[in-house]
């Protein structure tokens, strides 16, 4: 159990560079574990991930990655973008890009993709057509609700709502902390 709960090397790397650079938003090991498995159920495919800040969520993907597989990530930081690649210097599987969470569609189709910045909330029609058939989408920072439809502060939250019942995904929601949740979504193979 305690080899299962450890934490990969680069993920303390990229937490040490988030507490350096003052970036209070870093995935949590949580939601971290889920990314690694993610990324191993695919040992051949392509990840992505928008908003990598400094790195943390990439280093928990990056755990998971197959010797075959490769992952793109994309911060509008300069600055956060140059210090996290930096973590993966000498893994040429990774790539670390800056600018517009957009920059990821020349990389497409994703067969996980760990939306955590641009698009999840801006272009979600896009996020879904970004998908492989088959591909896993991960969304983080949910706060769980027992309501139909999910609520948010007391309001039908359509985000969620959007992802959980769009017709070309299997979505469900899992509880990552007790006040926080993650819409996990399979592509289907075929559109409905």
Do not use: N
């Not at 495919?45 to 010797?67: D, I, K, M, N, P």
């Not at 920072?141 to 995904?169: C, I, N, Q």
């Amino acid at each position: 159990m305690a080899e299962q709960r450890a934490v990969p090397s680069r993920v303390v790397a990229a937490e040490r560079l988030a507490v350096e650079a003052g970036f209070k938003k870093s995935c949590i090991p949580e939601v971290g574990r889920l990314l690694r498995m993610a990324a191993a159920s695919k040992p051949h495919g392509v990840v992505a991930e928008s908003g990598t800040g400094s790195g943390v969520g990439t280093a928990w993907l990056h755990s998971g990655l197959g010797a075959d597989a490769r992952l793109v990530t994309v911060e509008r930081d300069e600055e956060l973008a140059r210090r996290a690649a930096g973590v993966f210097a000498g893994d040429d599987r990774v790539r670390v890009l800056t600018g517009d969470w957009r920059l990821l569609e020349r990389h497409a189709p994703f067969d996980v993709f760990f939306c955590d910045g641009g698009g999840k909330r801006d272009d979600p029609g896009r996020v879904v057509e970004l998908l492989a058939p088959g591909g896993i989408l991960v969304l983080d920072d949910f706060t769980p609700s027992a309501d139909w439809p999910p609520r948010f502060e007391g309001d039908v939250d359509e985000l969620r709502l959007f992802y959980l019942t769009h017709p070309d995904l299997d979505a469900t929601e899992v509880l990552t902390t007790p006040t926080s949740s993650a819409v996990v979504a399979a592509r289907r193979q075929t559109p409905r």
